[in-house]
């Protein structure tokens, strides 16, 4: 029988075996570096396999269940994720988790937690190091096909979000922290001081964006990283990209009950978070009123916590451009347009004002309007839309 660090290579082989790039966790090891953006060429692997992705989702409804420790769960709450620019046609069903399925998710990971937290850090890490070449490989195509269809992107804005930041956030994250188990305080002749990591005491709750594939895939997995354990809420349009990160996850060895998938009504979610004494710690990318709802509802729950839940959120902003006299127009009116509107303007940086001098102020308004009358809405899933995504069919 293979023993443990033998077993654990072979799937690290496996996992690495073909990534599109030819980047794979070994090398990044080697040599920290952000995983390659591919270009999608006429003719080429990436482009054909795509396409092939793309008609798979577009044929077929996948059924999405709940994953609580090593149970697939389906109920009567059935929902559908529908295709934003044609809600007739559906991408896939799932299933909204009870109250009493969310509760029974967090008794799961209760009992999971003290073996993952005593599990050493770098076999934790060694997970999203696998998981990060399953997603550079294996996933990737299904990743970027299940965004594009199921969020609206393009092929370009899937390719940098759903495959290449996620890659990036599995691989720097485990970097970082096992650089973090380096550090030692300093001690004195009479004095040794020393530092320990350990997870929280208690669950995280991991609400993701409709918005980057990619945050669905790090808000649960950080925190697992650091030996914590989480209850993961996808967005109800990013449902199918977040379930494919759930996938490669469990084969890239996730054990049962790390982290527990759960599709749910926001309210339903909220409640029964806050209300249980183990909550440890919210992780959050939304909007400013539902954060406000989530440090609400903790606050009026303070007295009957274990510990103190911290609350981590990242919210819409006010991103701006100031121009400088001598900005280049063109470049000044190209770069603007992108960021404001570029996938509808769905992103927590995109522009939403501009600071520019009344000398170029009238060239620059000419400009960005002759874009915005070029600009689009649909479907940018066919062929001829992958060709204007990548500038040419070369």
């Known amino acids: 029988m293979l023993s443990f660090a033998a077993r654990r290579s072979l799937i690290t082989q496996k996992c690495a075996a073909s990534t599109y790039s030819g980047l794979t966790s070994a090398d990044f090891l080697k040599k920290k570096t952000n995983e390659p953006i591919l270009e999608y060429r006429k003719g080429s692997k990436e482009r054909q396999d795509l396409e092939a992705a793309l008609a798979f989702y577009s044929k077929n409804i996948t059924e999405v269940p709940l994953r609580i420790g090593d149970k697939k769960i389906t109920n009567k709450l059935e929902q559908k994720q529908v295709i934003p620019s044609d809600h007739r046609s559906t991408l896939a069903k799932y299933t909204y988790a009870t109250g009493e399925q969310i509760q029974e998710a967090i008794d799961v990971a209760l009992q999971a937690r003290g073996a993952w937290e005593r599990k050493p850090l770098k076999e934790r890490a060694e997970i999203l190091l696998r998981a990060a070449d399953l997603a550079a490989g294996k996933y990737r195509m299904k990743l ?22 996620l890659i990036d956030f599995f691989r720097f994250n485990a970097v970082f922290a ?12 009479i004095t040794k001081n020393t530092m320990q ?37 996808p967005s109800n349009t990013a449902v199918l990209s977040n379930y494919i990160i759930y996938e490669l996850l469990e084969e890239a060895g996730m054990p049962p009950g790390i982290l527990s998938f759960l599709p749910s009504d926001g309210p339903v979610f909220g409640d029964v978070i806050t209300a249980s004494p183990h909550l440890s710690a919210v992780n959050f990318t939304g909007s400013v009123p539902t954060f406000k709802t989530i440090w609400r509802k903790v606050a009026e729950n303070l007295d009957n916590y274990v510990t103190f839940p911290k609350l981590i959120g990242e919210c819409g902003g006010k991103n701006f451009h100031f121009v400088h006299p001598s900005a280049h127009v063109d470049a000044v009116a190209a770069g603007t347009a992108r960021s404001a509107w570029e996938y509808s303007g769905q992103k927590c940086s995109a ?30 899933t066919g062929s001829r839309w992958i060709r204007l995504s990548v500038g040419c069919d070369r």
């Open 178 to 189: 096992m650089e973090l188990e380096h550090y030692e305080p300093i001690s004195t002749k």
């Open 351 to 380: 522009c939403s004002r501009m600071y520019a001098p009344k000398s170029i102020w009238p060239k620059i308004l000419e400009k960005i309007s002759a874009i915005h009358k070029e600009i689009k809405l649909g479907d940018f």
């Open 144 to 165: 970027n096909a299940s965004t594009m269809l199921g969020q609206g992107k393009n092929i370009i804005q899937a390719e940098i979000d759903a495959a290449c930041e």
């Open 197 to 233: 990591f350990r997870g929280m005491e208690g669950f995280v709750a991991a609400i993701a964006p409709f918005n980057f594939t990619a945050i669905g895939g790090n808000l649960p997995t950080a925190p697992a990283l650091m030996g914590n354990v989480s209850l993961w809420k």
